[in-house]
């Protein structure tokens, strides 16, 4: 695909091609007009054009230009003085997705005013001419003569083919024999839209091709003028063995990434930046949505990404929640996530559609009037298609369209059973299971081992009253018995807590004069059976005293194992109560604060001080994939002030305030690797000849039987990785960039804890190899135990109530509630239950959340391109992928032992929420890489 060939003079004018559809030959000095008014200045004497010989000033001597593909090249001419190096002939191919992301840059209006038609049409013209995408192939070496970087290959790649849903672009070119190994390739979007570069291949003649891999995507040059985009080939380089022609590169592209601080970004930026929690609240809507700043001494908390929004009018502490939930570029979700994500959106939604109808028509806090309402969600018996009109035009207008939707598929209408509901619906009801699932639930990460007794808080007792726990010595003997005593118990590890009462105290008064909920300080203690099986002993409700002093703390203890039926449902709706409390704490705390929230800080900081060439970007950019997207969309509608968390959680306006509390006194990053965080609630002690170096308190403790697998596959893999790379101490030390990253997480991204001591140093190879695992480890495997799993447990609402709405019949005695529960206990349990517009919705939203969509990526599943570079690194994920498969096997093995009682058994969800690999859709198993969901 030659042009034809042009000859001239020394006296000729100098040849410029220019960045939009005109080729433009002047000797005039002032440069070559440009879209928006930009110059393109013509090339000083005595500059070299293309890495060729200089066509300005010079011998008189007669050159042949040779245009290849829109770009200029030089052919040797026999007989000439003045001769160029041999060349390289080399072909570049460009591989672009098609998307449909441009359209979020679009308006409805500009739809109907053409704007859209007119800039495809305007893509159509830039490729017919040939001049899409400007690309510059760079050296890796500096001239040696001058010292300086070598001329960059510049030339146009056209439009070559459409392959289903990919684009290829090509383009020619000489390679002098003298420019060395190729290292990076600029790139600009001289189209209308954004494109999604997939990856670059460079297939020189006689040499080895060169594949770069990208993903990502490239703005207009009409969107962002700046926009001129580095991609480095796929080898691995510590800033200190960075090839001296590409260290400015890499220096340029972080300065990128960076940004200035400065105004609100844009759909198609590249921006991370960091800022505080202070877009959850809406004031400008409602000033009742008025939340505090989460970020700074008052509430600490890990920092966000900034969007850079304008100030709330009502409130100026707050961000404005106007315009779109900006997150960089390359973290949105792909054009296939996001259609999936939606199709599950609105499967899940569905179901929940005619309950909250109902609710919306009569009373939103309308409760299940029986146990059998429940099952209705599941059951085809209560489609809409049996249900008979109102006298309501607004329910029967729905009801008409919820009709026509029911044709287009069967159950289309109704949830899908959870796993608990499948194998024993009446699980639930049985303290064993209550027991269970703090083991082998989606919360497995509070339960702690009772080290002193009695249990105490260490709040003030003058505002919350007596620090001491109404769970007595005498109460505790008298329900495990003559078989050991209540010391011998906390001496031998067999008493277990899940305590709640410090976090929830001080929220306790401030939710109770919320309309429709309650809120207690709990705890609930446990004893390990001589048989290695957790039960429950005893409950602990208390509410502190009135501010006036005229009200006493109120604290109950209630009990199991009575014969009094009262006694019995009392026990029943105390658990309910924590099961409440432990939902709230899951959701806010072991899910969102530990896993989304404090994650981010991670990501953002990754890409603000680690090159894409940098070795650890590379190993983790694959564990950071849609997570800042995630969290937008958390904030976006379900921890915003009125969003779903608000509505359907016990502590309502306060739940996020809450995660607040809990990062304050409870988050420490060295307390996030998995065999720490089981040492520190004494579920674990060091043992070296233990398997994973590790002696546990519960012997069927299944969260941590399998973690702890994920956890040394994790290891062990990060070990050789950093090993190769980094082979002794130094190297880590006089890392720039590495130890820039580390920093800007301690004192900027979890900036309000960056005076704690606990921080780990950043010296050796060990200390990178813990830190590193700890941070693949949270998105991964902790993501996985406290997410996927949610349908299937809590997807029976019963089993997980995310809210308990009235008090404990006993805390009133003398009311009409307690009237009322002596002579229907069973309603008394469902009025405290979540409502029918609370539940359906919870239960759409964790049909979401547990699902896994047909891109996901597993732990151990795929070899990153970066990595099949070294061989060494390549063997080293081989191995690792190896044992994630031997994990599968284990963990199924480990599920038929019916010896294993907290994770087997007649009626008994087995525990794979760890088990590496999954289908796609809700199946309660699959340990992705990345917070995808």
């Known amino acids: 695909m030659l042009k034809p060939q042009l000859s001239r003079s020394s006296t000729c004018q100098t040849l410029v091609q220019c960045h939009n559809w005109t080729t433009f030959l002047s000797g005039s000095s002032s440069g070559i007009a440009l879209p928006a008014g930009r110059t393109f200045p013509l090339m000083p004497k005595g500059r070299k054009l293309h890495n060729d010989t200089c066509l300005r000033g010079g011998s008189t001597t007669t050159t042949t230009v040779k245009a290849v593909a829109g770009t200029t090249t030089l052919k040797k001419v026999a007989g000439t003085a003045n001769t160029t190096a041999d060349v390289e002939i080399a072909k570049g191919t460009i591989y672009v997705r098609l998307t449909e992301g441009i359209l979020s840059s679009f308006k409805f209006a500009d739809v109907i005013n053409g704007s859209i038609l007119s800039e495809n049409l305007q893509n159509v013209v830039i490729d017919l001419l040939g001049k899409p995408i400007l690309v510059e192939v760079v050296s890796s070496e500096l001239d040696t003569e001058t010292g300086l970087e070598k001329e960059t290959i510049k030339g146009y790649a056209r439009k070559k083919e459409r392959k289903d849903n990919m684009v290829i672009y090509e383009w020619e070119f000489n390679i002098p024999m003298n420019f060395g190994e190729i290292g990076a390739i600029w790139v600009e979007n001289l189209r209308r839209t954004e494109m999604f570069i997939t990856n670059i291949v460079i297939e020189p003649l006689n040499m ?135 199709l599950k ?40 298609q049996k249900l008979k009109s109102s006298d309501n035009w607004f329910k029967d207008a729905i009801l008409t369209l919820l009709k026509f939707i029911s044709t287009l598929g069967d159950n289309i209408l109704l949830f899908d059973t959870p796993e608990i509901y499948d194998r024993d619906r009446f699980a639930w009801f049985r ?139 009392l026990w029943r709706l105390a658990k309910a109560h924590v099961l409440a409390h432990d939902s709230g704490v899951h959701q806010l705390v072991s899910h969102w604060l530990r896993t989304h929230c404090c994650v981010e800080p991670y990501i953002i900081a990754t890409h603000r001080q680690l090159s894409t060439a940098h070795p650890i970007y590379k190993l983790l950019h694959p564990h950071f994939r849609y997570t800042m997207a995630i969290n937008a969309l958390a904030r976006q509608a379900l921890i915003n002030s009125e969003g779903i968390v608000e509505d359907s959680f016990s502590p309502r306006k306060y739940s996020i305030e809450i995660s607040s509390v809990a990062y304050d006194k409870l988050w420490r990053f060295d307390h996030e690797a998995l065999p720490a965080n089981l040492i520190n609630r004494g579920l674990a002690v060091e043992d070296p000849s233990a398997p994973h170096g590790l002696k546990l308190a519960i012997e069927d403790y299944p969260f941590a039987n399998d973690g702890l697998l994920i956890w ?56 990178l190899i813990g830190i590193l695992t700890t941070i693949i480890w949270v998105p991964s495997g902790h993501h996985a135990a406290v997410n996927f799993g949610q349908y299937p447990y809590a997807g029976y609402f019963p089993n997980r109530p995310t809210i308990a709405r009235t008090k404990m019949p006993s805390e009133i005695q003398e009311s009409e509630y307690w009237k009322n529960f002596i002579a229907n206990p069973i309603g008394a349990l469902l009025q405290c239950f979540p409502s029918q517009q609370q539940a359906t919705t919870v239960m759409a939203v964790l049909d979401v959340l547990s699902n896994h969509s047909v891109d996901e990526e597993y732990i151990g599943g795929k070899i990153e391109p970066s990595w099949e570079e070294e061989g060494v690194i390549k063997a080293a994920f081989e191995r690792y992928s190896r044992r994630v498969k031997e994990i599968e096997g284990i963990i199924d093995a480990r599920n038929l032992d019916l010896s294993l009682k907290h994770r087997s058994g007649a009626g008994v969800v087995p525990y794979e929420l760890l088990k590496p690999f999954s289908k796609p859709g809700v199946t309660g198993m699959g340990v992705p890489n990345s917070i995808s969901i």
């Open 431 to 569: 303290d064993e299971e209550f027991s269970r699932q703090t083991l082998a639930g989606i919360n497995p990460m509070s339960i702690e081992l009772v080290k002193e007794w009695p249990l105490k808080s260490k709040l003030d007792p003058k505002l919350y009253g007596p620090a001491e726990s109404a769970i007595t010595t005498e109460i505790v003997q008298k329900e495990i018995g003559g078989i050991i005593t209540v010391e011998e118990a906390v001496e031998k590890k067999k008493l277990f807590v899940l305590d709640y009462h410090d976090l929830l105290m001080p929220y306790v008064k401030k939710v109770r004069e919320i309309d429709d909920t309650t809120l207690y300080g709990s705890r609930a203690l446990f004893f390990l059976t001589p048989e290695g099986v957790l039960r429950p002993l005893a409950i602990e409700l208390v509410v502190p005293p009135s501010d006036d002093g005229e009200t006493p703390q109120w604290k109950e203890v209630f009990i199991p194992l009575s014969g009094d039926s009262t006694a019995c449902w």
């Open 712 to 767: 040394d596959a994790i290891k062990q893999w990060v070990t050789d990785y950093v090993n190769f790379y980094y082979p002794e101490s130094k190297l880590v030390q006089d890392d720039t960039e590495l130890q820039s990253w580390w920093e800007e997480i301690k004192t900027v991204g979890h900036g309000d804890k960056s005076g704690e001591t606990w921080w780990p140093e950043l010296n050796t190879q060990d200390d």
């Open 345 to 384: 959106t609105v499967s899940s939604v569905l179901p929940a559609v005619f309950p909250t109808l109902e609710t919306l028509v009569v009373n939103s806090k309308l409760g299940f009037p029986y146990f059998t309402a429940i099952d209705t969600l599941y059951d085809d018996e209560a489609t809409v």
């Open 208 to 342: 080895s091709s060169i594949n770069l891999s990208c993903d990502s995507f490239v703005a207009s040059k009409f969107d962002k003028p700046e926009e001129k985009r580095i991609f480095f080939t796929n080898k691995a380089y510590l800033p200190s063995k960075m090839p001296e022609g590409l260290r400015r590169c890499r220096e340029e592209e972080l300065e990128k990434v960076r940004g200035d601080g400065a105004g609100e970004r844009k759909f198609y930026d590249r921006i991370y930046d960091y800022d505080v929690y202070n877009d959850l609240g809406n004031p400008d809507s409602d000033p009742n949505q008025i939340r505090p700043v989460l970020g700074g001494k008052v509430n600490p908390y890990p920092r966000r990404c900034r969007t850079g929004r304008g100030r709330s009018k009502t409130d100026p502490k707050s961000e404005s929640r106007n315009g779109s939930m900006y997150v960089p570029r390359d973290e949105a979700f792909s054009d296939f996530k996001n259609a999936t994500f939606t």
